[in-house]
């Protein structure tokens, strides 16, 4: 098997293999997440993992069909499923940027309203004056199809991820001010 470039972007790239039957010897180009076929779309993933042609994160060729099958159900190009669904515990999951593009495209506006800002405790606890724990807060705004703005605001607090065990993952402790 070989890829082929075909023009200016990846998804003009082909991976080609020869045809296994000895009547035809012609080449099967397939353009890669197109097949329906299973066993070509394994086989069409393993080529581009063996070509390091995708994230060093995606080790497996059913990681990488089931990426690019989310995208596509998402809407989403071949290359920009790949760089933007990561597999997380086993299941594609999109990544921060692609979350964005796909509200941007939704047409919902999304602004910062608070971000790690300290909550303090309340008057007459042990707490009082007191940092409790940080909150951040993003508005969400789109205009409604019955003709009005729909507006929702989103908090997470530094407990919401201590409580899901985000914190003792690896990024949180590179970047635990971020």
């Given at each position: 098997?070989?890829?082929?470039?075909?023009?200016?972007?990846?998804?003009?790239?082909?991976?080609?293999?020869?045809?296994?039957?000895?009547?035809?010897?012609?080449?099967?180009?397939?353009?890669?997440?197109?097949?329906?076929?299973?066993?070509?779309?394994?086989?069409?993933?393993?080529?581009?993992?063996?070509?390091?042609?995708?994230?060093?994160?995606?080790?497996?060729?059913?990681?990488?069909?089931?990426?690019?099958?989310?995208?596509?159900?998402?809407?989403?190009?071949?290359?920009?499923s790949i760089n933007n669904l990561?597999?997380?515990?086993?299941?594609?999951?999109?990544?921060?940027?692609?979350?964005?593009?796909?509200?941007?495209?939704?047409?919902?506006?999304?602004?910062?309203?608070?971000?790690?800002?300290?909550?303090?405790?309340?008057?007459?606890?042990?707490?009082?004056?007191?940092?409790?724990?940080?909150?951040?807060?993003?508005?969400?705004?789109?205009?409604?199809?019955?003709?009005?703005?729909?507006?929702?605001?989103?908090?997470?607090?530094?407990?919401?991820?201590?409580?899901?065990?985000?914190?003792?993952?690896?990024?949180?402790?590179?970047?635990?001010?971020?």
């Open positions: 098997m070989d890829i082929q470039e075909t023009g200016d972007s990846f998804e003009d790239a082909v991976v080609v293999q020869e045809d296994p039957t000895p009547q035809n010897q012609e080449l099967a180009i397939t353009k890669f997440g197109q097949s329906t076929n299973l066993n070509q779309m394994l086989s069409d993933a393993q080529v581009l993992l063996d070509g390091k042609f995708v994230p060093s994160s995606i080790k497996t060729p059913q990681a990488l069909v089931s990426i690019v099958k989310m995208g596509q159900e998402l809407g989403m190009d071949t290359m920009a990561v597999v997380i515990q086993g299941k594609p999951t999109l990544g921060i940027h692609a979350i964005g593009a796909l509200l941007d495209k939704a047409g919902v506006e999304k602004q910062t309203i608070e971000d790690f800002v300290p909550i303090m405790g309340e008057e007459g606890t042990d707490n009082a004056g007191k940092v409790v724990d940080y909150r951040t807060t993003i508005r969400f705004t789109k205009q409604s199809r019955f003709g009005g703005i729909v507006t929702e605001d989103v908090s997470f607090t530094w407990k919401d991820a201590t409580k899901m065990d985000l914190t003792s993952k690896d990024n949180w402790k590179r970047m635990p001010s971020n």
